[in-house]
């Protein structure tokens, strides 16, 4: 059990019944409390050569795990990886103001506003280059809700070709992006957003926003990340990450947890130490939705044309396989942190799997493919 399994395990009964968390946010937090515990089933796996027994436990595969949701995280890089083309991207960050944070709380289905507001914006500053042309670049937009001191703070990180594709197949560099038109064209793409789901009763916050942010809401920008591969690295890095790492925890001594942080503004240092159902709080409020997409695709990586075909994948289709083959189990955890797994610690020979456990009780392939068939067909004649 790592620190933060132990901090929802002690606090379990006084958050389930103060914070009242939604069945969405219950079913997360239950997946990782439980999160490699042997009985609730695993793999054994044997070594051929000198009888060694090794047995590996599920994972929950929550993307609120942190041990899951940096599987996640390497899976959905990849994937996100095989639709960059071979040009240079730029990282743009569409921030909003402190005083709507709150609107996004209460209804969560307003975080699709933030994704309709970017998607316009960018298609709408291509197509200013050259009207005639329709110039389409491609992009990629991910959901965080977080900052680094894990307080509610919804933004969208957006990953944007330095180019676009016209009608005609004909390829635009473009390496000035116009920051003025970014800020105010989100600004106002957003509230007229909200103003249209909300009705008239937003008036008043919309017309507060555009007296206090008159430059539009601030667009943060890294206009270096010009190698495609830099890119690919970068998206894994950072793009898809889980909210918190169990290295951040530094200590939890049954009330209080402390964990640290590296400030946005200037890069500091910083330790915050908080009670721990304050802590608790600030994490299940970043669980999203069932079937939420976090991360979308606009402009070229959105849709299929045949002008397509004529543009270069900066991973081309041959090296998917080898790609896809660094997220299996074995091998991420051996470019990880260094150890095959299934190596035996004896005879340094590779164990082979032998059974699954379910429950402490063995079920063979054969069992597990006959009830996964029968429960397909029960289905099928249902409906």
């Known amino acids: 059990m790592n620190i933060l399994q132990k901090i929802f395990t002690d606090y379990y009964e006084e958050f389930k019944y103060t914070l009242h968390p939604k069945k969405t ?38 993307r609120f795990c942190p041990t899951c949701g940096i599987k996640y995280s390497m899976e959905r890089s990849t994937s996100m990886a095989f639709k960059l083309i071979q040009s240079s991207h730029r990282h743009c960050v569409f921030t909003i103001d402190k005083n709507l944070r709150d609107f996004f709380l209460k209804d969560r289905t307003l975080l699709d506003c933030l994704f309709h507001s970017v998607n316009s914006v960018v298609s709408r500053m291509f197509f200013k280059i050259n009207q005639s042309k329709n110039f389409t670049p491609g992009f990629l937009m991910v959901l965080h809700t977080f900052g680094r001191d894990l307080k509610w703070n919804p933004h969208i990180h957006c990953l944007i070709s330095e180019g676009g594709l016209s009608d005609d197949g004909l390829w635009k560099p473009v390496k000035h992006f116009n920051y003025t038109f970014l800020r105010n064209a989100f600004r106002t793409a957003l509230l007229n957003e909200m103003e249209t789901l909300l009705g008239s009763s937003f008036k008043k916050v919309k017309a507060k926003c555009y007296d206090e942010h008159k430059q539009g809401f601030y667009v943060y920008a890294r206009p270096n990340l010009c190698d495609p591969k830099a890119v690919i690295r970068y998206i894994g890095r950072y793009l898809g990450r889980p909210v918190i790492a169990v290295s951040r925890i530094d200590s939890y001594d049954g009330e209080m947890v402390t964990f640290h942080y590296n400030r946005h503004e200037d890069d500091q240092y910083i330790q915050e130490t908080i009670p721990a159902m304050d802590f608790i709080k600030r994490l299940i409020r970043h669980i999203p939705e069932k079937h939420f997409k ?7 990586y959105a849709r299929h044309r045949k002008t397509d075909a004529k543009l270069y994948r900066a991973i081309p289709k041959s090296r998917h396989r080898i790609y896809r083959s660094f997220n299996l189990w074995r091998n991420a955890i051996l470019f990880s942190f260094g150890y095959d797994p299934l190596e035996c610690p004896g005879c340094r020979h590779k164990m082979e799997f032998l059974e699954l456990y379910y429950n402490h009780q063995r079920v063979s392939l054969e069992e597990l493919y006959e009830k996964a068939m029968s429960k397909f067909l029960g289905k099928r004649s249902s409906a």
């Open 294 to 300: 976090m991360i979308r695709y606009g402009g070229l």
């Open 25 to 62: 946010e219950m079913e997360n937090i239950d997946k990782m409390i439980h999160c490699g515990d042997p009985s609730f089933g695993g793999a054994m796996y044997a070594c051929t050569h000198c009888g060694n027994l090794k047995f590996v436990p599920f994972r929950c595969h929550s």
